[in-house]
């Protein structure tokens, strides 16, 4: 049974629970929980983390914690009952660590390991601080080292600023806003600043009197190694000035055995000093530790003669130095203690002893020698800080270690009281004795002893030095033979004070003998009294005294006999009488000299103090004695204060007319003596008299009278400065005032109390008096009156003690009000008055109610005043603070209404006044102080004050101009941030307040504002203000982590959701004046409903429907709502705001309230046009916010930028995305797109003077010159791009411009620009680019692209396959769909990412261009690959029953044209597909545009020889003829014959009676063409070439006759007619049909590829497509495996065929050849003929296919034919490639050898094919799997087998001028099988790509790419640079991808390029170059690369890389050719 806890509420789990029971609760470890109720062993409650989940879990789980529990019940909230403290570390820790593992994710690699130290550290102090174990010091101090490492963290981790209070976070509702404000400016300095320090003293007014720091010096010994004196030794530690030349300090003494160690055995590892009382002064100085080595032994260290060995003598032995200042930085860092060794020198010359340490820190050398060895002392050395209390408490290890205390000579700055000291300090100076008849020295010792008065020697009253206990007798050192000895020894004599006075010194000389006795001799002594006759001690100075002769004998047992006589020069002339007779004779020539200090709190040296004090003894001159009172020093004074003191009231009381000025003014004397820092520790000496031994009852009404006559003076006296002391010393003349008459009263039980209150009332009155003189024209009366208030406030508290509160506050308020009010009586005076205020609201008076209501108008009123002129804000602001926080606090116990309605009538509108200036200068100190001050006011106010405050206006200007300014205040307030971000505490009650104070004041606005006194402009103040305040970050509370969102919440609710209730209301209320806040407030509004908060949504939104209501009731419509929604929606998307729900919510909202509106079709266009708007403006904001890519980013902004301009209209926003768009471009080097883009502004204007205003970057200019200036950037851009024919038109138009004006200078650079363009046409190479058509399906991809298709123009050398994989990575999420079939609905409405891609074949526009015949090739290419709107891609297929014997009668071909938007290329490298149309391409019409092509490469190479275009070597015309008649005699031609020439074709297709006529011309054509291209060839064949001339004529005449029976007549037609028939444009030529197995073997650019527009492909080496092929393809038997069809269901792709790859081997293929077989040179001649054979082996000029038809192709894994894989072999295999347009599952099938082709050749090929072509170059096929042993096969079998079996490919060359292709696919004009494919070549195929590479048998490695130099063979290109070639050197073709790295090295010959070939549709040429922007959007550029020529149907476009640059001539003599066949 559940039942509810009682004790159990509040827990910590201590293992992590997984809840895997019904209702379990998830808990992790560390998780804080409230208990509810228990159940046998189990509990059932909630996780703070997740407080709405209730679950139950273990109660093991758990430990329990105390806790607080409130409100018991269903709603009970539990507290923790531990320290605010460890909750506040506990919930840190857990924020943190959140955070933390963020950081290593960002790599912020530093911060997070020093966070997670101070983590540790945190966990570590928690769990010290929870254990319970500590005193309160040190849990003060571990509480310190928390808060200070979490507020490090949070600021580090930008967390908010915590306030603080001795460490506990404070509640901001327990304090004013003004103390919370100071709490936060000091909370981050004070946690690191505070020390766990004793509290300073603080002064009765509360203020802290600042005390110096003492610092000392602990020093411990630790050894004195390397000890070799051998005997013992006293080192004498010491701190010394250098600059002053003097000790400081007391001596350290340490004794130490001839072994170095204690010679007391209990001192071990107790040998140190503590040197106090250093001050701050001290620190500064050139301090040194100096310490001297004192020997006890014989005389002489290594003589044992002098001197008997049981005497000891003191002797000198060494001294050592250390420098402070050299390690003060050291020891200062460090809290432990640092060790140092110090060397110890001995002195050369013992007469220097007292200088050596002198000469050491000089490093005078010559005078002292330093240890042989690294010898000396070593110390170590600590600084300590604070006063000996705090010392002893915080290093007590120190003192347990017996320290010894050693003070400085002299006090320290500060005296304490009852620091009780009497030492007296002596020096031994020096000494000058006689030599007494000796011959040398003497060798002198003193002893020295103190006698009392009675003659007896004092006990241990001489101390050598701390650390030792003091003896009765000091004996020096002895210096060796030395009669003017200088010691410079201090000996402390610690007398006890009552034997001080009658004791005196004696020092006793004596002589020590180093002879065999060794005594001590006598010969002399001297003495001193330690005090004179007069009672004053010793003076601190140097005393020569007199040596009296004496000897052994002499007794000194009767010291009267010496007493009497002087002891030196004073005392002798004090005394002059003495007689000579005496015992003891003076020694006129020998002297001795000391010097004494006396540090002492109870003896004096000074004649005056001791005067006073016994004033009684001197009557007469007491007035003298006071006087001189004020010359005496303060140490001495403040030592004998209660003396001074009592005496002052005694003499007082004695004679109070006489004396009482004397007496005040020396109190006064004293008084302000103890205001100075170093007595400032007295005032409680001088406190506790006054409560304690103070008796001067009567002394009140004399201080009264003195005071009153003071004051009273001070407006005639010219010298005020006794008045001023007066005026200073005020506070303890009072206490002293007070004192003495409470003391008269309880003496006389109350007696003359009103003459005492008449008095005090009349010194009032004079304090009135001296205040309220003007004081500008005497400056020492500014000061008598500054002295006067500073002290004044000081006296509350004493007249507290006499005076009820409110006459206090009364004498106060009639003094304050006593002060001139006006502000310019001088800076200074303003200062001071403001201060005693403050100080005044400080006291405790102010803390009264009752007194505050007296005083607070008189402090309002000078507040007032001063913000009214702005002056002294700093103080002010510091009074009001005071003033708000004693307020605050008596608000929580009391009633303070009275009082704060003072402040509001006073100060709040000069308040608001004061911030708007502040805020104007932007000072943020002094803004954040009034800020401060004007919420803590607004914080007081209730109701009843602000009904008040409105109710007091006396206009409605006044509450208008009222509003406007708090308005203001609070915009300002959120716009300018006055207090930092993470302030987060202040910046929530700042909106706090500014909430509630606007509900007060919406009422006041809307009654006083609305109706017929409307105001636009405080209501428009007002909602500009809600919407700053709505849109404020700190309120963003998404943002927030859950535990802050939580506590804002509990604390103060959504603020934005009442405000936007508030602002709501307001707009209702205003009715039909709505109309005067539209358009204005559209764009605040939408703002604020972009806030992600769904309340403050669905309240707001619907004011859009009302505005557009009101707009439309006005004027019919609601355009300005309209306009302004769009352009404010854009800026504020992209500034971030919005979502997906916001979008929805709009319309939804919207549309439900138009519904019943009248307008209600325009409304619901408006609003989804809106919608879709913020579609698109949501897509382009994730896009430029993410990491997308620029394809993303431009199609987005295209996207948007049409909607702009299409749909809604918005010129100027369609501008800004215009130039947004621009830079895209130009920062991915779309220079073209970037172009065409600019060109839609350019367009937009005219060539017109009218005045155009600065916009975006441009000037204010005129139409023309802003028209002028994009022109010229176009055409800029253009060239940039190398698109010159679309900038030449721009240049155009710019020359008639400038020839209209006659501007003939930009005229001639706009012509040569033109022209220069024309050179880049005809000399610069270009690129031509893929083309690839991507379809994104699915609705996870943005909405502008979503279930759309687009073609996209490839980059330079991109293929198919990379061009997959920049999609795949621009959209990771996405799936490559593989297969090409339109999707259908369940992939178009799937949550997913659905990718479609396949290359695609550009359809030229521009038809008529490529048609002429005159026209460079480099001009052509450029037509192909521009302005290109359609594009196409085949499938083949069959259609009904398939022919086995010729599949060619039933295969079609499907043709998919699709045509986009625009142009490409045009503003963006992709546009949408407009329309997709399908047509079928019969066998037929494929038959006839395939053979049609062929025709017309063959007449256009043969022009070029018989007009010497071609110079020199004829290869280029062997090969094509060879390819040509060689395929016709094998079947080529035959395969179409068979298949329409048929009877049962004809007779079953009727209707194409008509093509097949065509056909038979087309094939009659051929024959005369080929006629005409033999005559050529035998004209120049090369004499070793006959053979192969032969045998082309041979075969040539077969084919003639294989066609004979076919097309009587045809033998009729004679070679020379071959070239006259016209060229038609769109039939193709092609050679006899093909079987279906032969397609198999057919590669990717085989005649099989039809019709493609051809060109220079940008991604691989055969750029072209099947209609420009060069040779025929050679065809196997149709008696292989496998049907077409098989073949292609096996590719799903259309591009099936592939025609154009080319697929070159590996190298290990290359090399795995023997070397014949690679071309060595050393092939015999037997292969000769064969070889010859190879070179003109026709030339076929597409690729190889790839792996694709492999089974077909196999058999026993060999090649059909071994002819094939013989010229394989010969000439070296390629490399393959894969194909990027096969199926994965193709891709898979082994081991697949190529169709076959001499596609590209090896690196080895043949070096021989050079010597006799020159550098043309027979590339080989690559064999799949061939069997070695093929290699050496001869010609003749070659030959042999040419008849029955299909021959090898022919090779393709290279050469210099276009050659005619003959294609021989009877299939389709691009292709037998597709369209060629895109990615290796040039031409689209449309075959959906698929990433894997095919799979190769011999190739363990991936293919490489055919689009680099590896699948062009390099040394057959190399060609010898003497042979007397007609080449030029001929770069490869840019539009090759990455061929042009490799050119680099290599020079080459290039392909020529074969022609493109035209679509049936053709249209009207228009003017070269057009004006491709008139007719269309945007034009795609074209890539780098070259200008390739062409003619489409007479010469078709050649895979070339440059023409020479003569081509001139060339193309004079084929024009002239071409003219004259036409003629005929």
Known sequence: MWSPTEEEKYGVVICSFRGAVPQGLVLELGETVQILEKCEGWYRGVSIKKPNVKGIFPANYIHLKKAIVSNRGQYETVVPLEDSVVTEVTATLQEWAVLWKQLYVKHKVDLFYKLRHVMNELIDLRRQLLSGHLTQDQVREVKRHLTVRLDWGNEHLGLDLVPRKDFEVVDSDQISVSDLYKMHLSSRHSVQQSTSQVDTIRQRHGEACRMPVPHHFFLSLKSFTYNTIGEDT????????????????????????KNGGPRNPEKIDRMCALFTDLSSKDMKRDL???????????MLLNDSKKGPPHLHYRRPYGCAVLSIMDVLQSISEIKEEKDFVLKVYTCNNENEWCQIHENIIRKSSTKYTAPSSNYGLIISLQLLRGDMEQVRRENPMIFNRGVSVTRKLGFPDVIMPGDIRNDLYLTLEKGDFERGGKSVQKNIEVTMYVLY????????????????????????????????????????????????????????????????????????????????????TLSDDIHELYVYKCDENSTFNNHALYLGLPCCKEDYNGCPNIPSSLIFQRSTKETFSVSTQLSSTKLTQNVDLLALLKWKAYPDRVMDILGRLRHVSGEEIVKFLQDILDTLFVVLDDNTEKYGLLVFQSLVFIINLLRDSKYFHFRPVMDTYIQKHFAGALAYKELIRCLKWYMDRSAELVRQDHIQEAMRALEYLFKFIVQSRILYSRATCGMEEEQFRSSIQELFQSIRFVLSLDSRSSETLIFTQAALLNSFPAIFDELLQMFTVQEVAEFVRGTLGSMPSTVHIGQSMDVVKLQSIARTVDSRLFSFSESRRILLPVVLHHIHLHLRQQKELLICSGILSSIFSIIKTSSLEGDVVEEVEMMVESLLDVLLQTLLTIMSKSQSQEAGEYVSCLLSLLRQMSDTHFQHLLDNFQSKDELKEFLLKIFCVFRNLMKMSVFPRDWMVMRLLTSNIIVTTVQYLSSALHKNFTETDFDFKVWNSYFSLAVLFINQPSLQLENATPAKRKKIQDKYGDMRVMMAYELFSMWQNLGEHKIHFIPGMIGPFLGVTLVPQPEVRNIMIPIFHDMMDWEQRKNGNFKQVEAELIDKLDSLVSEGKGDENYRELFSLLLLEKIEQETWRETGISFVTS????????????DCMKGDETENKKIGCTVNLMNFYKSEINKEEMYIRYIHKLCDMHLQAENYTEAAFTLLLYCELLQWEDRPLREFLHYPSQSEWQRKEGLCRKIIHYFNKGKSWEFGIPLCRELAIQYESLYDYQSLSWIRKMEATYYDNIMEQQRLEPEFFRVGFYGRKFPFFLRNKEYVCRGHDYERLEAFQQRMLSEFPQAIAMQHPNHPDDSILQCDAQYLQIYAVTPIPDNIDVLQMDRVPDRIKSFYR????????????????????????KSLWIERTTLTLTHSLPGISRWFEVERRELVEVSPLENAIQVVENKNQELRTLISQYQHKQMHGNINLLSMCLNGVIDAAVNGGIARYQEAFFDKDYITKHPGDAEKITQLKELM???????????????????????????????????????????????????????????????????????SPESIKLVHRHSPLNLLGSVRHSSSSLSSHTSSETGNLVILTDSSMGETAEDMYHMQASPSTSSLSSTHSAPSQMINSAPSSARGSPSLPDKYRHSREMMMLLPAHRDRPSSAMYPAAIMENGQPPNFQRALMQQMIGPCKPCSDPNLSVAEKAVPAAPSSWSLDSGTREALPFLSAHVGSILAPPVPPRSLPHGHYSLHFDAFHHQLSDAPPALPA????????????????????????????????????????????????????????????????????????????????????????LESLKSQPCRSHSAPSGVIPQDTM?????????????????????????????????????ASQPVSGGKEEQARVAWEHGISEQ
């Open 1564 to 1634: 009659q054509e051929q024959v005369h063409v080929l006629g005409v291209g033999l005559a050529v060839h035998e004209k120049f064949v090369h004499p070793e070439m006959r053979p192969l001339h032969k045998k082309l004529i041979d075969q040539f005449q077969m084919m003639r006759s294989s066609l004979y029976h076919e097309l009587p007549g045809l033998d009729k037609l004679s070679p020379a007619c071959s070239g006259s028939s016209t060229p038609r444009s769109n039939v193709l030529v092609s050679h006899g049909p093909m």
């Open 1170 to 1181: 809106v919608t879709r708007l913020m579609e698109r403006l949501l897509d382009y904001r």
């Open 1425 to 1448: 690959v521009n302005n290109i709107r359609k594009f196409r891609y085949d499938r083949p297929f069959h259609k009904g029953p398939k022919d086995k014997e010729n599949e060619f």
């Open 1852 to 1939: 393709r060359t290279l050469r210099k001028s276009p050659l005619h292709p003959i294609p021989a696919s009877p299939t389709s004009p691009q292709s037998g099988l597709d369209g060629s494919n895109s990615t290796l070549s040039g031409s689209a195929s449309s075959g959906v790509s698929s990433l894997s590479e095919s799979n190769f048998g011999h190739s363990s490695e991936p293919p490489p790419r055919t689009d680099t130099m590896d699948s062009v063979p390099s040394q057959a290109w190399n060609t010898d640079e003497d042979l007397e070639t007609p080449y030029l050197p001929v770069r490869y073709s840019l539009s090759e991808p990455d061929v």
């Open 288 to 298: 040194y530790i100096v310490a001297h080595v004192i020997r006890i032994g014989r």
């Open 234 to 257: 006293d080192v004498f530690f010491s701190l010394y000035d250098v600059r002053e030349g003097k000790q400081i300090s007391e001596r350290f003494m340490v004794r130490l055995n």
């Open 453 to 536: 008065a009675d003659g007896e020697i004092l006990k241990d009253c001489i101390s050598l030095g701390s650390g030792e206990p003091s003896r009765s007798a000091y004996h020096s050192f002895v210096l060796y033979h030395n009669n003017s000895p200088r010691w410079g020894e201090i000996i402390k004599l610690p007398i006890p004070i009552d034997r001080f006075r009658g004791s005196h010194l004696r020092f006793e000389f004596r002589h020590c003998s180093t002879k065999d006795k060794g005594e001590k001799k006598l010969f002399g002594f001297a003495f001193t009294p330690l005090m004179r006759d007069d009672g004053t």
């Open 1964 to 2000: 009207d040429p228009p003017a070269l170059p057009p004006k491709p922007y008139h007719s269309r959007l945007p034009n795609l550029e074209n890539e780098e690369g070259m200008i390739i020529e062409d003619d489409d149907k007479h010469r078709p476009l050649h895979r070339k």
